[in-house]
């Protein structure tokens, strides 16, 4: 796990190598899109946020007048959406790639400043992009990335300036999301105490704590705004809060996939190796999380220097393992694996030049075994899909989303001629999505025993 606290490579123009990451980024995002942009629709979960982008667009205001996540991504949607002046479910998606593109480059940031060449650095980000599923939820992943990348830069630097940055951004991540303004709140936290190992920058901490604080009520302010100015919205805000404190869980838990209970026999010898990887997973988000920890805290105490493209990920590991066990599924392990991953790649692009490539392609491996096979573009091929209009924008879909697009088509002609609008439940808002309709009730996702 030690890094040398120098493995950034000396670098002319630090400007050009923003640029190149940037670039890098788009690419590889844009090459994301081109394979399985047209891929798939779920009704269920991708359907809530376009449905719930599709009303913040004409002015609906999320979680007070429909069921929604924290509004940051609902009005980044629909302002890119209105920019196109398109509700359709391709515009939704280039505004949810062009997010995705944002956490890639923080990313790839964080990696730049270990990796010893550009191709490393290629590698590290068709890593990523594995990762980033599922599509509707690229926006926790992104965020992630962001608070990995503000860390990284307070780390490799402490000054106020940096501490604002950082409590901003684990203000506007709560903006996106409760749950990740706690995980950015811990990941600091984390931060604080090895910068608090060394005399040096002890003093820049104690310095900039109050820049941090202030940083989070600013990076909160659309929030704290909306508290203040939009009717209705504090009720409902602080409603929806004492229900997941009421219920005590935040998503509805599944069995942990541990690698020891894996079925050998069901299935065959691709799929069983899969299993047990997604299984290794879940381990190393907690051996991993709590072993870097502990080395790092020992080397601290005995003087040893870190990198911050290594501290910063490390940080995380614990807080974001929360998301994956929450409901621990393939999804949800995409979601919180982000900072081991970053973790990994860190260790072994700074390795010796063998090594370190042939753990690039072990991690590149791995990766594309446990992922390919739950991406849209790989599960709709040729055989198995076909093309389906969904309002404007033509689809590939499988066979049964394609009879349930269809079905939601004829009902409205045959039923919802003169504007009348429909009950989907339980788990249907993207019907109300597909056909442009306002849901008669709030509680769009039926998961609510009350």
């Not at 949800?332 to 392609?361: D, E, N, Q």
């Not at 808002?429 to 509680?443: F, K, T």
Request: a positive charge; one cysteine or more.
């Amino acid at each position: 796990m030690e890094l040398p606290a120098d493995v950034m490579p000396p670098s002319r123009n630090a400007m050009r190598d923003v640029l190149i990451v940037t670039l890098l980024a788009v690419v590889v995002t844009l090459a994301h899109f081109v394979l399985e942009g047209r891929a798939g629709l779920s009704l269920a979960d991708e359907g809530y946020l376009w449905y719930g982008s599709q009303r913040t667009m004409i002015g609906d205001v999320p979680i007070r007048d429909f069921m929604a996540y924290d509004p940051g991504r609902y009005y980044w949607c629909s302002a890119l959406m209105r920019l196109v002046g398109d509700n359709g479910i391709m515009a939704l998606r280039v505004a949810v790639a062009s997010f995705e593109a944002l956490g890639i480059a923080c990313g790839l940031y964080v990696l730049r400043r270990a990796a010893a060449n550009w191709a490393q650095l290629v590698v590290g980000a068709v890593v990523l992009a594995l990762w980033m599923f599922p599509r509707h939820k690229l926006f926790d992943i992104s965020i992630c990335l962001m608070l990995v990348a503000a860390l990284c830069a307070l780390l490799s630097q402490p000054s106020r300036t940096r501490f604002l940055i950082l409590g901003a951004a684990v203000g506007i991540a709560a903006v996106f999301g409760r749950n990740h303004g706690v995980y950015g709140a811990a990941g600091s936290v984390l931060g604080f105490a090895y910068l608090m190992t060394s005399s040096g920058t002890r003093r820049s901490l104690f310095s900039g704590l109050p820049a941090w604080s202030v940083g989070i009520v600013v990076g909160y302010l659309p929030v704290l705004f909306m508290f203040a100015l939009v009717p209705g919205f504090a009720r409902a805000f602080w409603q929806d809060v004492l229900f997941l404190v009421s219920i005590k869980t935040t998503n509805l838990p599944l069995p942990v996939p541990w690698p020891w209970a894996v079925d050998w026999i069901r299935h065959g010898l691709a799929w069983v190796t899969r299993d047990l990887l997604i299984g290794l997973a879940f381990v190393a988000l907690v051996v991993t999380g709590v072993g870097a920890i502990l080395v790092i805290g020992i080397g601290r105490m005995r003087k040893r220097a870190y990198a911050p493209a290594l501290v910063a990920p490390v940080c995380f590991i614990l807080p974001y393992a929360h998301y994956a066990f929450s409901r621990a599924d393939i999804g949800h392990l995409a979601l919180g694996i982000f900072p081991l991953l970053l973790t990994f790649l860190v260790v072994r692009v700074s390795g010796k030049r063998l090594a370190g490539w042939s753990s690039l392609a072990g991690l590149l491996a791995v990766s594309a075994l446990i992922m390919v096979p739950v991406h849209p573009g790989f599960q709709c091929t040729p055989e198995s899909c076909s093309e389906v209009m969904v309002g404007d924008d033509k689809l590939l879909l499988d066979a049964g989303t394609a009879s349930s697009v269809t079905l939601l088509q004829r009902l409205e002609h045959e039923f919802l001629e003169g504007g009348e609008t429909f009950v989907a439940t339980p788990y249907w808002p993207g019907a109300y999505a597909v056909l442009g309709r306002r849901s008669p009730v709030w509680e769009i996702y039926a998961l609510s025993p009350y």
